[in-house]
């Protein structure tokens, strides 16, 4: 055709060759031939998410307030330090409330959580109990009766799903079980708890992508010589990250500490050089830690040793750097010793000044006052830095009786709880030798 209909202008019309319909273009194009979602505004009205106590305060508080419904929370763990002991101890205050819970484990017989029920008092506590592996004939069971409130499945590293060729424990079987567990969660309502297992390095077995499906990431923590257990919450979907939970083991169980600083604090008649007490911040919870120090005079020509337990190693080599050349201290021919009382891990950057009180002290052999705290966070300038929620940190101290803090400039204080404000570590070495 040389002439437009439309318009009768001349050669104005051009040919375009339409696209080649092949098998393999029609099989994979994807905008057509599903079903529409339904699309909500953000500022929708909804109503917020039920929780369920757990009969424990301090797991209540680890997971932002209890359980919520539908959701998947992992717990992670060293071997032997309590979680098998924890979630038996909630599901049975659970059951005794008046929920339905269900406990199937793939590592214990029946009997055998029975008699760590009885240990525990609990033997009589209404809990469903199963020792099961296979993932279907869990998820038989419960779609096709009665639907608990609340499932604990110990642990996913012992679940298999035959729908995969491998043995329980791999990589693929952890994520297929997951992935169908966590799905009959979301669709039936019910909460649901895996218990997981820990690498050599701490970290949760099996594939990075268990820790994103689920809802919230529990750890576990502490020595196994030691009497408290740390729960804190690294991912939380309904809550705040970086809550902790504290417990202490004992013959029946595991017990709640509702006031976990006075646990890791030492009690002394006399002042000590180096030792100074930290308001560290777990979460939303202020934690009073004692930090101690020790530094050992060597001879001429020895290698001086440092070593650390409950703190960072590489931040004491740039806090020793920094107290050299900005305040005049040296540390070469002194061995540094640097403890965290009470086996708690601190990671606190504010620190920093705590454990550069406890260094100067212990180097001076000048003691810090035993109603004195310090906290902040030390620059490579020397400068002393704000810390993030002081009065927290400040309130708590005064809550424990403690009267004074080395804090940065322009920290306020609470109460009766006076501030004593150090600009840089010149101004904090001034301060604890008497020269300010």
């Known amino acids: 055709m040389g002439q437009c209909a439309d318009c009768g202008a001349w050669n104005s019309l051009s040919q375009e060759a339409a696209p080649a319909a092949t098998p393999f273009a029609q099989k994979h194009d994807l905008k057509s031939g599903g079903n529409r979602i339904a699309l909500a505004p953000l500022d929708s009205a909804v109503s917020l998410p039920e929780r369920m106590g757990t009969g424990f305060a301090e797991l209540d508080r680890a997971l932002g307030g209890g359980l919520v419904k539908g959701s998947a929370i992992l717990i992670g763990g060293d071997p032997g330090i309590g979680k098998s002991t924890l979630l038996l101890q909630a599901v049975g205050r659970m059951a005794v409330r008046g929920a339905s819970v269900a406990y199937v484990s793939g590592e214990e017989s029946a009997d055998q959580v029975r008699l760590r029920a009885r240990r525990l008092g609990l033997g009589t506590a209404p809990v469903m109990l199963a020792a099961a592996t296979s993932v279907r004939d869990i998820l038989t069971t419960f779609s ?103 417990f202490a083991m004992e013959a029946d169980g595991l017990a709640e500490v509702p006031n976990p600083s006075s646990l890791f604090l030492t009690s002394r008649d006399t002042p000590v050089p180096g030792a100074v007490v930290f308001p560290a911040l777990e979460g939303t919870r202020p934690l009073l830690v004692e930090l101690q120090a020790l530094t050992v005079k060597l001879p001429s020509g020895a290698t001086p040793r440092r070593a650390v337990v409950g703190w960072d190693s590489g931040r004491l080599a740039m806090l020793l750097a920094v107290l050299e050349a900005r305040a005049g201290l040296s540390f070469a021919s002194h061995e540094v010793y640097l403890n965290a009382a009470g086996g708690i891990r601190v990671a606190d950057p504010a620190a920093d000044l705590a454990v550069a009180a406890a260094l100067i002290s212990a180097m001076t052999d000048t003691p810090v006052s035993p109603g004195t705290v310090a906290f902040g966070e030390i620059a490579l300038s020397g400068e002393v830095r704000p810390a993030a929620h002081a009065g927290l940190r400040l309130k708590e101290a005064e809550k424990l009786g403690f009267t004074s803090a080395l804090t940065p400039a322009d920290t306020s204080g609470v109460g009766r709880l006076g501030t004593l404000a150090c600009r840089s570590v010149g101004a904090l070495v001034d301060r604890l030798t008497g020269r300010a």
Do not use: C
């Not at 099996?206 to 257990?229: I, K, S």
């Not at 729960?231 to 990250?241: D, E, I, M, P, Y």
């Open 144 to 246: 096709s009766g009665h639907t608990p409130d609340l499932l604990v499945i110990d642990s996913i590293q012992t679940m298999h799903s035959d729908q995969l060729e491998g043995a329980p424990g791999t990589v693929s079987q952890v994520r297929a079980s997951a992935l169908e567990l966590i799905g009959w969660a979301k669709q039936s309502g019910a909460s649901l708890l895996l218990v997981g297992h820990v690498t050599k390095d701490g970290q949760i077995a099996g594939p990075r992508v268990l820790e994103h499906m689920v809802d919230a990431v529990l750890y576990f923590e502490g020595d196994r010589n030691h009497q408290y257990r740390l729960l804190r919450a690294v991912k939380n979907r309904f809550g705040g990250t970086d809550e902790i939970g504290v």
